[in-house]
């Protein structure tokens, strides 16, 4: 098993993202489209955030909050970001709900590595499954079992991955995720090529220009729609 | 059409927004209102040797968008120096209240602030600083004027707060509150509708 370093990839793009994160969520689908359209395969990667250690932690029930630990200012951010990829998300035909909790999305973003590894062609499929449903409050991604579902469901081969995703794909992940600070990357989406490390879907545009072969102007940051 | 733009002067996404906000307003003339609020800039400490995960992961962050800034003033070919310690704009922001007041309007001095404060490190805060720009800017404000809007200032900020504005920059629009520059197609589609 050859471990990954953060920063390298045979592919000319490196994606960062988490499963829970309604940025990533709405940056799936510009990022994908973009990859169609250069006709690359770029390198999806999990980084599965741990949210309590740097926003505060918070938990819910019937809607409203019972424990947290964030400052005003945190929660007025927060939940500008939860309107703000929710208005996306319905440009892009999605519902994106609230969330319940902070989750532990690592085993569905160990499918993202099991998918990349075994079924690369069906990566989308395993994005537009997950992503849309956990969204809708539909899928449990701390339920192993669901995640295996889901590879069923896009006709991926999924035995051996419950191991997998306590063995082999978690060293994988662990180890991966524990250079993500140390290489300057923090949060989700994030996109990597040639020494430039960016988070946000805003950077698609120069995204874009670096990767079909800077001919123009350098574009400006800005979210397609 | 009315277009409320958020800003300050120590933003660095503020300082980067207005080329392309300019740009946008010259294509669509709505009425615009440019209107303070008080942003958050902090230079995050670099973290000790056993520094917790959350003070690591804001000091990567700040300097990530540090970095990130820098990369873009360079795409739009503008001057962009980050202050050695954090600073307060309070009397332009002021300022600007008594702009918007004017027959010159308030680009012109948002101009010659941001670019005095991200070329030159001046004290946006300093009475002299900021009357300075305002007479090199054809503007001929009294100390009084400054004093009065900057007594303002605490009413100009309730009414972005009350706006759900928090940071800067924002844009409010048709009932929607954008914040960043990154947002700009969209407000480009409902000013294009409107």
Partial sequence: MQLMKALESDARLIVYIDIKSPYAFVAIQPTLELESKLKMRFDWRPLTLDIPSYLGSATKSQGKVVQANRSS??????????????????????????????????IANIGILWVMQHHRTRLADYFSTVYPLFWRRELDI????????????????????????????????DNLQAQLHSSGIYGVPTYVFDRHILFGREHLPL?????AGRQGEAPDMAYLI | MLLKIFLDFKSPAAYLAIKPTVALIEEYHPEVQWLAVRST???QP?????????SIHRYVRGLARMQTH???????????????????????????????KSDLGSLPFIHAAFSAHWSQQADLNDLEVVLGILSD???????????????ELPDAERVAHEAGVFEAPSYLIADQMFLGREHLPWIKLILASG
């Fill in chain 1, 73 to 106: 200012a945190q929660w007025q951010a927060v939940r500008y970001a939860y309107r703000d990829a929710r208005r996306y998300a319905e440009r892009q035909g999605y519902i994106l709900k609230g969330t319940t909790k902070i989750w532990d999305s690592s």
């Fill in chain 1, 207 to 211: 995204v874009q220009w670096h990767l």
């Fill in chain 2, 137 to 151: 800017r054809g503007y001929r404000p009294k100390e009084s004027d400054l004093k009065a809007a900057l007594e």
């Fill in chain 2, 46 to 54: 670099k973290p000790a040797a056993n520094a917790g995960k959350g």
């Fill in chain 1, 142 to 173: 701390e339920d192993v079992y669901r995640v295996v579902d889901c590879l069923d469901a896009i006709g991926v081969n999924s035995e051996g991955f419950i191991e997998y995703q306590q063995t082999v794909g978690r060293e994988l992940h």
């Fill in chain 2, 41 to 43: 800039q902090k230079k």
């Fill in chain 2, 70 to 100: 820098l990369l873009y003033a360079g795409i739009q070919g503008i001057e962009m120096k980050f202050p050695d310690s954090d600073s307060c704009t309070d009397l332009a922001l002021a300022a600007l209240g008594y702009t918007a």
